[in-house]
Nanobody, 123 residues
């Protein structure tokens, strides 16, 4: 059974930083491109970033480029999302997903999903 488990979310003040983690099991992690998405209440899921199997290629949404950094540690079966200078509008449930290509930005192109971790940013 494939499981993706996110962690690292929480309640923080604007301007703070967080590092989200997603640990995978039940798949050969090092062969999968991985992505991060977020979804705020009443809004559609938004692509944030993706990374290829080795970590040598990344893809960022224009809206988060410069503040968000995706990375992975295949030895730990973990992908990370470093978020700096958090803003209240970053408040959302952040989910990781295992996909087919790091170039994909559509949710439907990803095969496995975690349940998400809540990030709440106060002003």
């Amino acid at each position: 059974q494939v499981q993706l488990v996110e962690s690292g979310g929480g309640l923080v003040q604007a301007g703070a930083s967080l590092r989200l983690s997603c640990t995978a099991s039940g798949l050969t992690f090092s062969t999968y491109p991985m992505g991060w998405f977020r979804q705020a209440p009443g809004k559609e899921r938004e692509f944030l970033a993706a990374i290829n199997w080795s970590g040598g290629n990344t893809n960022y949404a224009d809206s988060v480029k410069g503040r968000f950094t995706i990375s992975r540690d295949n030895a730990k079966n973990t992908v990370y999302l470093q978020i700096n200078s958090l803003k209240p509008e970053d408040t959302a449930v952040y989910s990781c997903a295992a996909g087919r290509s790091y170039t994909y930005t559509q949710s439907s192109k990803y095969d496995y999903w975690g349940q998400g971790t809540q990030v709440t940013v106060s002003s």
